[in-house]
T-cell receptor, first 117, second 110 residues
Framework: DTGVSQDPRHKITKRGQNVTFRCDPI?????LYWYRQTLGQGPEFLTY????????KSRLLSDRFSAERPKGSFSTLEIQRTEQGDSAMYLC???????????????FGPGTRLTVT | GNSVTQMEGPVTLSEEAFLTINCTYT??????LFWYVQYPGEGLQLLLK?????DKGSNKGFEATYRKETTSFHLEKGSVQVSDSAVYFC?????????FGKGNQVVVIP
């Protein structure tokens, strides 16, 4: 299967701990996105990369959140000093850039479900 | 900013019934519009898309038409199956990100 993969699928942590999630995009995709989804809501955009450059991070929820994509392939999302309000599904997506009409499709991974106790 | 509004509440219907899920949007410019589906225990999957006004996206018997005059992108299927039970999200792209609606749970009863 060559889809987007995420690891771990589930993470339970205690409040105050740091957590890191990994996303492996579809190999030929140069864009990678992170979203957060809380219960009963649609995904909410957090940040995105084009190759290794992080082009938008103003929507990261606080300075406790950070993301990297050091070699333009996989990406990590870290949450420091977790809080109960961070409990959510964290989704990764990837896409390629099309020429012309600039339309792209984002392909999503299965998500990492974070529970902060 | 860009936003998507979906009709409130879950949708429960019988097999072979007609399905409509309403979606309206607010956006600057001319975004592309999407419907994503999330089956139980699975990730989001692209169901269909439309890139400009009056385009009709279609897939697996589902259709949606990009209506610029009413800023809508309603999803329809003429005869649903139990296997269509899922959560459906309307989304638009703008500024290099997707904006999603809250989603609608669809339950199809045999």
């Amino acid at each position: 299967d060559t889809g987007v993969s995420q690891d771990p699928r589930h993470k339970i942590t205690k409040r105050g701990q740091n957590v890191t999630f990994r996303c492996d995009p579809i190999s030929e995709h140069n864009r990678l996105y992170w979203y957060r989804q809380t219960l009963g809501q649609g995904p909410e955009f957090l940040t995105y990369f084009q190759n290794e450059a992080q082009l938008e991070k103003s929507r990261l929820l606080s300075d406790r959140f950070s993301a990297e994509r050091p070699k333009g392939s996989f990406s990590t999302l870290e949450i420091q000093r977790t809080e109960q309000g961070d409990s959510a599904m964290y989704l990764c997506a990837s896409s390629t850039i099309t020429t012309g009409f600039f339309t792209y499709e984002q392909y999503f991974g299965p998500g990492t479900r974070l529970t902060v106790t | 900013g860009n936003s998507v509004t979906q009709m409130e509440g879950p949708v429960t219907l019988s097999e072979e019934a007609f399905l409509t899920i309403n979606c309206t949007y607010t956006a600057t410019g001319y975004p592309s519009l999407f419907w994503y589906v999330q089956y139980p225990g699975e990730g989001l999957q692209l169901l269909l898309k439309a890139t400009k006004a009056d385009d009709k996206g279609s897939n697996k018997g589902f259709e949606a038409t990009y209506r610029k005059e009413t800023t809508s992108f309603h999803l329809e299927k003429g005869s649903v199956q139990v296997s269509d039970s899922a959560v459906y999200f309307c989304a638009l792209d703008g500024n290099n990100r997707l904006a999603f609606g809250k989603g609608n749970q669809v339950v199809v009863i045999p």
